[in-house]
């Protein structure tokens, strides 16, 4: 809270008065929040990063009200600070009540006072016992397929959320995912549309065997756009084949080697694209606050963003332990030493900087392993040298990642 205050009185002594800001853009207004380590950031660089109307003070965020493309300012900062996405959320109303979420942090795990939430009452079980199983996929995994798909999303100029071929990427994922499913009757592809923007969140959903367990679902997934903060917008030239061509491939393998395995999973299972990650995690975000909002079971969430740069590594991977849930990121790193066989290390980002922030901000557990320690991990990224070649054009290193996603999926829905 203190950190909060301070960095916003430097806000203000810079010219950011919410009397004095001159929004000359006749574009919408939104709410955004922004957390307290990039608020900080923002009041020690003695830059002007963005301008706003408004301002309220949250338990976890400052919200700042600004004109929509004030966004891109804000975005670009936090992409060159960072070197990550996320940071701040777009929120589609003024903040109430329902936004003083830090009450999920003292109370996630506990019925104290009679407090009740639906997520508290699933019981994942992180037993290791399905070795059978997982050992017959781990050879399935298949490095070309993932080239593939790597080539092709990042032959897209873009995938900007807000640039035609931004749109036509995801669509593309989407009919990918139609395929790979074609034989099964118990998959569907939906796309979830936002309001301010054409590009859409994919949802390969594989419904459940079990009645008892088929309302929890298990999700794996990754975003599917991209940016350039060098010359960001709708006519950048932003391949992003790590960043994050990479992490859909690892997640379509999985469905590959599903459907190829003919696997009846007992809980349901979601496979998930997300839109909009590179400016502020939107389309995670508003995803989460639907969930939640409809009750939805989640029992886990796995992200993968980052996963196939591999140059000069002390580690094949790491596990972010910030904005993520303990109990399964254990779980994950006890994965990694029996199936995946890698150097691994834990890591934080400091910030919710990719979707996985997003469900866990709503209560839902969620991890994140990433290629490398932040020190270590690509130096191209958002820019328009995050293309295969940096990968020498294959996606072994993120083949650890599709081992890891496979023993998560079985492990977790048995």
Request: glycine content about 6%; some cysteine; overall charge negative.
């Amino acid at each position: 809270m203190k950190t909060q205050i301070l960095a916003l009185t430097m806000l203000l002594s810079l010219g950011f008065s919410t009397a004095e800001a001159k929004l000359i853009n006749n574009d919408k207004t939104v709410w955004i929040g922004i957390e307290p380590l990039v608020l900080s950031t923002i009041s020690k660089s003695h830059q002007r990063v963005f301008e706003y109307k408004d301002v309220i003070k949250g338990n976890r965020e400052t919200f700042f009200k600004i004109k929509e493309s004030e966004i891109d300012k804000l975005s670009h900062f936090i992409h060159h600070n960072f070197k990550r996405c996320g940071g701040f959320r777009v929120l589609h109303n003024e903040p109430k009540k329902e936004e003083k979420l830090a009450n999920y942090k003292s109370l996630f795990n506990s019925t104290a006072f009679g407090w009740y939430d639906f997520q508290t009452m699933l019981l994942p079980d992180y037993s290791i016992n399905q070795e059978s199983t997982v050992e017959a996929w781990l050879p399935e995994v298949s490095i070309d397929y993932m080239n593939g798909i790597v080539t092709h999303l990042s032959s897209y100029k873009t995938r900007y959320y807000k640039a035609p071929e931004g749109v036509a990427a995801l669509k593309w994922i989407g009919a990918e995912w139609s395929k790979l499913t074609a034989s099964r009757s118990d998959a569907k592809v939906e796309y979830y549309q936002y309001a301010n923007h054409d590009q859409p969140t994919v949802i390969l959903t594989i419904e459940g065997s079990d009645p008892e367990v088929k309302d929890q679902i298990i999700i794996l997934g990754g975003h599917g756009d991209s940016i350039n903060t060098d010359n960001e917008g709708v006519d950048s030239h932003a391949p992003g084949a790590d960043d994050n061509a990479a992490g859909i491939a690892v997640v379509s393998d999985i469905i590959r080697i599903m459907v190829s395995q003919n696997y009846q999973p007992r809980h349901t299972i979601q496979f998930i694209a997300y839109a909009a990650e590179e400016v502020g995690i939107q389309g995670s975000y508003e995803l989460a606050r639907v969930y939640r909002e409809k009750k939805t079971k989640v029992l886990g969430v796995m992200q993968f963003d980052g996963v196939n740069y591999n140059v000069k590594k002390t580690y094949d991977m790491a596990l972010i332990s910030d904005s993520t849930n303990p109990e399964q990121n254990n779980f994950l790193a006890t994965l990694i030493d029996k199936y995946v066989k890698a150097k691994w290390t834990w890591e934080q980002c400091g910030y919710g900087c990719s979707d996985h922030a997003a469900w866990n901000y709503e209560g839902y557990r969620a991890s994140f392993p990433v290629e490398a320690i932040n020190a270590e991990q690509t130096p191209y990224l958002h820019t328009d040298k995050d293309t295969f070649d940096k990968s020498d054009f294959t996606t072994e290193h993120a083949s650890l990642f599709t081992k890891l996603g496979i023993a998560y999926l079985i492990e977790l829905d048995q």
